[in-house]
């Protein structure tokens, strides 16, 4: 099992590489920012697909990212 200092750091660096360091730094601001529930989050923020679908959106985009 990792730590938390671990977990974080693998976090940052999955923020960092979705989004780049600039972005990623205001997300981070953005949630501390504001009352921010991430289950309610979860509820509303993904799309309402199958999870076959939405893995098959993500890899999609994930190709679409990985040729520019």
Do not use: C
């Not at 501390?32 to 076959?52: A, I, K, M, V």
């Amino acid at each position: 099992m990792k730590t938390e200092a671990e977990i974080r750091v693998a976090g940052m660096n999955a923020l960092i590489g979705a989004l780049g360091l600039v972005e990623a730094e205001r997300f981070l601001m953005a949630v501390s920012r504001e009352r921010f529930d991430y289950t309610e989050w979860r509820r509303q923020g993904l799309p309402d697909l199958p999870l076959e679908e939405l893995a098959r959106l993500a890899n999609l985009e994930a190709e679409k990212n990985s040729t520019q």
